[in-house]
């Protein structure tokens, strides 16, 4: 049994956004959003495009986006790539859907408060171990919330979950390992099986259940998925590089004077591995000869990676 990855927004759309996904969104979000209480009761899934109201304003597209029963909305955006901006769309998106509740005539009393659930593949604060994390407008000083704080912004940081199946205890483990890992399952765990919403979840991510056509969209994002992790790794490696060795460049002139134009070249490139080399063996060279030594027995096969 082979299951589609929830982490992807075709695969997140099917799962939680489509007709059939009514009980399992509200599942899903009273465990995301009230730790498995039953606060929500009911749903209604809605368009999740945003048009823009003003001519040339920025559209705007969701994963799902769906109205509670106390007149809430909450949009939801599953995440895999760590783009720029991704803060500030995260704050576009939920201050858009804020506003467009109202029409030109409309009182501003008629305005519902936003919930922006956000769910990274990414860590979105690296200083904090919480997997959960909610901000509302406050007071900065007192901390006291704001009379009318109706935009709440909720991330999910699904790296630092790291519970094993036989540590989910609670509604809200099961969801999240269910978005994490069902794309590495071959069969539904025992413990899953229990909340049928997730069983339910799981029958809607079989790919046995998908027709060609949703395979061959979900293999397309996939693919791109991966092609921009990729570029973003490659020029990850390639501005690290090009920091060491601008860094080196400059230790290496302060200690043995002016280098020339072409033991500046090789030095640049050097790979990773080598100019971190480099950076050991700086202060036994004391001259450029010394270094051009250095350079010609490491030089060989330096830029057959990064």
């Known amino acids: 049994m082979r299951f589609i990855n929830p982490k992807i927004d075709f ?32 749903l209604e899934i809605i368009d999740p495009y945003l048009a823009g109201q003003i001519f040339g304003s920025k559209d705007t597209y969701l994963d799902v986006k769906a109205r509670i029963n106390d007149g809430k909305t909450i ?9 720029p901006a991704f803060g500030k769309r995260v704050l576009y998106n939920a201050a858009k859907t804020y506003a467009l509740q109202l029409n030109r005539a409309d009182r501003y009393q008629r305005l519902r408060p936003v919930i922006a659930l956000n769910i990274t593949d990414f860590e979105m604060f690296p200083n904090q171990s919480e997997v959960i ?43 999240i390992y269910f978005v994490k890992n069902t794309s590495n399952l ?15 979840a799981f029958q809607i991510a ?20 991966q092609d921009q992790q990729g570029a973003i790794d490659l020029a990850t490696q390639q501005a690290l590089k090009r920091g060491k060795s601008e860094l080196i460049l ?6 043995i004077g002016e280098l020339s134009p ?11 591995e080598n100019l971190d080399n480099l ?25 057959d990676d990064i």
């Open 11 to 42: 695969a997140f759309k099917k799962i939680f956004g489509s007709n059939e996904s009514r009980e399992i969104l509200i599942s899903f979000l009273n465990a995301m959003l009230y730790a498995g209480e039953p606060v929500i009761e009911d």
């Open 75 to 83: 949009i939801i955006e599953m995440q895999v790539l760590n783009v």
């Open 133 to 175: 994390s909610r901000f509302a407008f406050k007071e900065t000083q007192r901390l006291f919330d704001y009379p009318d704080s109706e935009i709440e912004l909720v991330f999910i940081e699904l790296p630092k979950f790291n519970k094993e199946l036989s540590e989910l205890t609670t509604l809200t483990d099961k969801w």
């Open 186 to 200: 071959e069969t539904v765990p025992d413990t899953m099986v229990a909340v049928p919403e997730i069983e339910r």
């Open 206 to 225: 079989n790919d046995t259940n998908l027709s060609q056509k949703d395979l061959d969209e979900l293999q397309k994002q996939e693919s791109w998925i």
């Open 250 to 255: 400059r230790q290496m002139t302060r200690r």
């Open 262 to 272: 072409d033991i500046q070249t090789q030095i640049c490139e050097l790979n990773l």
């Open 279 to 303: 950076g050991d063996a700086m202060f036994d060279l004391e001259s450029v000869s010394d270094l051009v030594t250095w350079l010609q027995q490491h030089s060989r096969n330096s830029t």
